[in-house]
């Protein structure tokens, strides 16, 4: 823009409300400026426009009927123009066809969702693990999947109500985490399983993997062991602080681990570093590659 574009826009602006913008050594900067009388006025009227435009859409929601000839009535238009056939016609169903409320449902359950490995130890590392920088890729987890979004319509509902209610998640999440790794199809195929131990409920995650490992004919192993209570990952602000909540916080029981790759089973994922901490303790103590497998992602990356 030109110096005299600049100044032109400086004088304009000046007519329109006194000293909205000042010289600051070379810079010009916008400044408090005393608004008139008209502005406040016209917000005040647009105001009490908007408060009636809300109170005729609530009128509106609550008529039994009559919509159309509301809608043309507010327009200022003619209500008698309404065709009268159409006042005529049955009412739509407020109940939907149990047929249609099964395909929806599958078609919500359709989905899952990836689990990127993390690479890198967060910054200036994990202290008690002794870890920094870069993790080295043999000691990574490798890509895993989650069946769900926490809460969702599909699976979160049920991951909710067993997690929160029932204590035990049911044998239908089972079926669908079966669904999920064949289509998945991790290479090399998992030889076991494992998973992520708490103590706010010590038995839940293992029912479920051990049940898991049953159906799909694999041998299950309690491997690890939570050292403390920390407080819930969705607790911390940030991804630097969930991964010092975990700093230290598992550790591995087993003195000799199966051979193999590992399917490493947890409920819920939020920041992944629950997941990276347990990879790392597998591989670090000789297992094969560790699939992650988590009932539930929230709106975070992570466990």
Request: aromatic content about 6%; glycine content about 6%.
């Amino acid at each position: 823009m030109s110096k005299g574009r600049i100044q032109k826009t400086i004088d304009l602006l000046s007519l329109e409300s006194p000293a909205p913008i000042a010289k600051q050594g070379s810079k010009w900067q916008l400044t408090v400026a005393n608004l008139s009388r008209e502005f406040w006025e016209r917000a005040e009227r647009l105001t009490t426009l908007r408060r009636d435009e809300q109170q005729q859409m609530q009128k509106y929601v609550g008529l039994p009927s009559g919509h159309m000839a509301f809608l043309i009535n507010a327009l200022d238009g003619n209500p008698n123009t309404v065709n009268p056939l159409a006042s005529e016609l049955p009412p739509l169903s407020t109940t939907a066809h149990p047929m249609m409320v099964q395909e929806a449902v599958a078609f919500l359950r359709r989905t899952n969702l990836d689990i990127e490995p993390r690479k890198k130890w967060p910054d200036g590392g994990m202290p008690q693990y002794q870890v920094k920088s870069l993790i080295p890729q043999e000691k990574q987890a490798q890509p895993g999947k989650a069946l769900c979004i926490w809460g969702d319509a599909g699976w979160g509902g049920l991951v909710r109500q067993g997690k929160y209610y029932d204590n035990r998640f049911s044998d239908d999440l089972v079926i669908a985490c079966i669904s999920m790794i064949r289509a998945w199809n991790p290479q090399p195929v998992p030889t076991w399983i494992t998973c992520i131990p708490s103590l706010r409920h010590p038995n839940l995650v293992p029912d479920f993997a051990a049940r898991l490992a049953v159906a799909l004919g694999l041998p299950f192993h309690t491997v690890l062991q939570k050292t403390d209570n920390r407080p819930e990952q969705k607790t911390m602000a940030n991804s630097a602080q969930q991964a010092r909540n975990i700093d230290g916080s598992l550790i591995l029981i087993a003195h000799h681990l199966p051979q193999g790759p590992v399917l490493l089973v947890d409920d819920m994922v939020d920041s992944r570093w629950t997941l990276t901490v347990a990879s790392w303790l597998l591989r670090k103590h000789g297992s094969g590659e560790v699939w992650p497998l988590a009932l539930a992602q929230t709106g975070q990356q992570g466990s």
